[in-house]
């Protein structure tokens, strides 16, 4: 397979096309925290440095964001208004640079440079490869790909010991879409392998769902089934293959009844 996790790093290589792909930065986090009086550093040069070093050790051409580059919603924060723009031009002198626009990114447009290419949310298609946020229903020609990325749900799994302390550690998952659900949703009888890889948050600050125990996990796919996600495999960011959702919560529960 073409496709890497890059090891302890929110991001995929797609070594075929020298692709790398991320989701959900969050830019302007920072401010809604301020004015909840939680002061913290801009995130922006540290996702520079991350974003060269990931460029770097892959030798990526291609830079593809998968949605909710920004944060405040409605509307911008100052901060966004004025670091978004000159964080992609940064970028665009590197590497290519796509970016699919997210259910945080309302007046993302204004903000995109001359040189950095923006995608509506149903996403785009490379290859064989696809790739939208989430939010909405994948474009119709997404159908026809065999490896589809996805933002938006920005996954995680919680550990829990006897004592009740728990670790939330970002993960992937892995899955295929459903086909009865897609070929009867986009009335069409033949797709691609339609193999799901769902990402994490490139911004570890902006929060992260639960996926054996959080309620909040939303989307038209999960909505009517194009995703079933119990049979999805997770994968921590170091690389580690927990299994599938299913039965890490028949092994989760066995150890809270056990630890009871």
């Given at each position: 397979?073409?496709?890497?996790?890059?090891a302890?790093?929110?991001?995929?290589?797609?070594?075929d096309?020298?692709?790398?792909?991320?989701?959900d930065l969050h830019?302007g986090?920072?401010?809604?925290?301020?004015?909840?009086g939680?002061?913290i550093h801009?995130?922006?040069?540290?996702?520079k440095?991350?974003?060269d070093?990931?460029?770097?050790?892959?030798n990526a051409?291609t830079?593809i964001i998968l949605?909710?580059i920004?944060?405040k919603v409605?509307?911008a924060y100052?901060?966004?208004?004025?670091?978004?723009p000159?964080f992609?031009?940064?970028?665009s002198?590197k590497?290519?640079?796509?970016v699919i626009?997210?259910?945080?990114?309302?007046?993302?447009?204004?903000?995109?440079p001359?040189g950095?290419?923006?995608?509506?949310?149903?996403?785009?298609?490379?290859?064989?490869?696809?790739?939208?946020?989430?939010h909405?229903?994948p474009s119709?020609?997404?159908?026809?790909?065999d490896?589809?990325f996805?933002g938006?749900l920005q996954p995680?799994?919680?550990?829990r010991?006897?004592?009740?302390?728990?670790?939330r550690q970002?993960?992937w998952?892995?899955?295929?879409?459903n086909?009865?659900?897609?070929?009867?949703?986009y009335?069409i009888?033949?797709?691609?392998?339609l193999?799901?890889?769902?990402t994490?948050?490139?911004n570890?600050l902006?929060?992260s769902?639960?996926?054996?125990g959080?309620?909040?996990?939303?989307?038209?796919l999960?909505?009517?089934?194009a995703?079933?996600?119990?049979?999805?495999?997770?994968y921590?960011?170091d690389?580690?293959?927990?299994?599938d959702?299913?039965?890490?919560k028949?092994?989760f529960q066995?150890l809270?009844?056990?630890?009871?």
């Amino acid at each position: 397979m073409t496709i890497k996790f890059v090891a302890n790093y929110p991001a995929a290589f797609i070594t075929d096309k020298k692709l790398l792909v991320i989701s959900d930065l969050h830019i302007g986090l920072e401010t809604q925290l301020l004015h909840s009086g939680i002061k913290i550093h801009k995130q922006i040069e540290k996702f520079k440095e991350i974003i060269d070093k990931l460029i770097d050790l892959t030798n990526a051409k291609t830079l593809i964001i998968l949605g909710d580059i920004k944060h405040k919603v409605p509307g911008a924060y100052f901060q966004e208004l004025k670091d978004i723009p000159k964080f992609l031009e940064y970028l665009s002198a590197k590497v290519k640079v796509h970016v699919i626009k997210g259910n945080h990114d309302d007046g993302i447009k204004l903000m995109i440079p001359t040189g950095v290419k923006l995608h509506g949310s149903r996403g785009f298609k490379f290859g064989n490869y696809g790739f939208f946020h989430g939010h909405a229903w994948p474009s119709k020609k997404l159908l026809q790909c065999d490896y589809l990325f996805m933002g938006h749900l920005q996954p995680a799994i919680e550990f829990r010991d006897k004592l009740g302390y728990r670790s939330r550690q970002q993960s992937w998952l892995k899955i295929k879409l459903n086909q009865v659900a897609i070929t009867n949703k986009y009335k069409i009888k033949k797709t691609g392998k339609l193999n799901l890889i769902i990402t994490p948050a490139f911004n570890s600050l902006a929060g992260s769902l639960n996926v054996i125990g959080d309620k909040e996990l939303t989307g038209p796919l999960l909505a009517n089934n194009a995703i079933i996600l119990e049979d999805a495999a997770v994968y921590l960011l170091d690389g580690t293959c927990l299994g599938d959702i299913k039965s890490l919560k028949k092994r989760f529960q066995k150890l809270l009844l056990t630890s009871a």
